[in-house]
């Protein structure tokens, strides 16, 4: 299926809730997107605070919580830890299997383990730090030392088995309890009875789902660990089956798919690629957006280079810590460095920088402004400084 980069940009940016932000309903937007990816840095607000905020104006910080509180989704892997659908908890199965089976006994902190599971059924959901303890271990998250508490990992271990789920957050904390007293029972026994086959195709379909434009090199693919030869295997019985579709792009090597049911939608916005968009919002997204989790797809796609710098040491970072790319419109055009400083409930914007080849019109710089305001207020800042921008007299230009 021969297609314009730009009407693939498109119904990305569609089905990711960017384009046309039709809902104000968290619960919704999760639901389109699949899941949200949690992460605990936080320059700004959290990760996926940030993400539900891209695509709603409306949003406000911790409204995410009550939804995980009432049982409306989980936490678990699924890109990486996400908030997920509730009805969606049967099919990682396969997930939980797999850290079952990959589990190597310990009988040391088997007792711990067990210690736990015994307060959290009589106890209800409990905080990590409820569960006191003077013993070091090396947790997988350790590199030389042990440094970790037995039941910090006892608490990990319980978790990507199945046997614990989080009740609760009190902001970045998480309380822990049994899956009987948060999973409906339906769920529960769902995920009992289910086939490995079975979930391991709804996780395929839910991934396929989550990207919409995708390709077949991402050794997660399905959010399961598979091979090249696997994931081949998946392909073409996905196309003989009629289910995908390939998609070919002028100046793209790589070769992309998407599902058989997006098709329609492709190809009107293919003839309407030679229309400008007429959404010239400006939106910060966060590192771990759903937009960005295949970094090859944004150079392919959106003519764009991103690398989250967070590992980095400071003197070889270019962009910054937590810089943020700057969506216009539907093209990718730079990236904004937050750093909030929320004593002095201040906004400080380390580096405002635009790609050489966008232009920096009065539209854009309105709409900058404009943005920043809004991602300012969301973070109950009554000031912005902004330290640096590039080009440097965009600076002068951003007028509050």
Not at 145 to 168: E, P, Q, Y
Not at 260 to 288: H, I, S, W
Not at 360 to 366: K, R, V
Not at 384 to 399: K, N, R, S, Y
Request: proline share 5%; net charge negative; aromatic share 10%.
């Amino acid at each position: 299926m021969d297609i314009q980069k730009s009407a693939v940009r498109r119904l990305l940016l569609e089905k990711q809730q960017l384009l046309q932000r039709d809902t104000n309903d968290v619960l919704i937007i999760i639901k389109e997107l699949e899941c949200v990816q949690l992460d605990p840095v936080a320059a700004a607000a959290r990760n996926h605070d940030l993400v539900l905020f891209a695509r709603n104006s409306h949003y406000s910080i911790g409204q995410i919580e009550p939804l995980l509180a009432e049982g409306d989704v989980f936490e678990y892997m699924a890109n990486a830890a996400c908030v997920i659908p509730v009805e969606d908890y049967p099919i990682f199965e396969p997930v939980r299997r797999r850290y079952r089976e990959r589990r190597q006994p310990d009988a040391a902190l088997e007792k711990v383990m067990d210690m736990i599971l015994t307060r959290l059924a009589e106890e209800g959901p409990l905080p990590s730090r409820a569960f006191k303890s003077s013993n070091r271990v090396k947790g997988y998250w350790d590199t030389t030392t042990a440094t970790t508490k037995d039941t910090t990992l006892a608490l990990n271990i319980l978790f990507d088995l199945g046997k614990i789920t989080i009740a609760k957050r009190n902001g970045s904390e998480k309380f822990f309890t049994i899956p009987e007293h948060k999973i409906p029972a339906p769920y529960l026994i769902n995920a009992e009875e289910i086939s490995l086959e079975d979930a391991k195709e709804a996780m395929l379909n839910k991934y396929m789902r989550a990207y919409r434009v995708f390709d077949f090199e991402d050794p997660r693919f399905g959010w399961f660990k598979t091979s090249a030869k696997e994931r081949r295997t998946i392909r073409d019985r996905l196309l003989q089956e009629d289910f995908i579709v390939p998609l070919h792009i002028p100046e793209v090597k790589k070769e992309y798919f998407i599902l058989r049911e997006d098709v329609l939608r492709l190809v009107e916005l293919n003839e309407e690629q030679r229309k400008e968009t007429t959404n010239t919002t400006v939106t910060f997204l966060p590192p771990l957006d759903n937009l960005l989790w295949r970094r090859p797809r944004l150079k392919d796609i959106f003519n764009f280079e991103y690398t989250w710098e967070i590992y980095m040491p400071a003197s070889k970072r270019i962009y910054g810590y937590y810089a943020m790319p700057i969506l216009f419109g539907d093209s990718l055009i730079g990236r904004m460095n937050p750093k909030l400083l929320k004593q002095e409930k201040t906004l400080v914007v380390k580096l405002l920088q635009i790609e050489e080849h966008v232009t920096i019109d009065q539209t854009l710089i309105n709409e900058t402004a404009a943005s920043l305001l809004s991602f300012a207020k969301f973070h109950h800042a009554d000031r912005i400084v902004i330290e640096q921008t590039e080009p440097d007299f965009l600076l002068q230009e951003i007028v509050f």
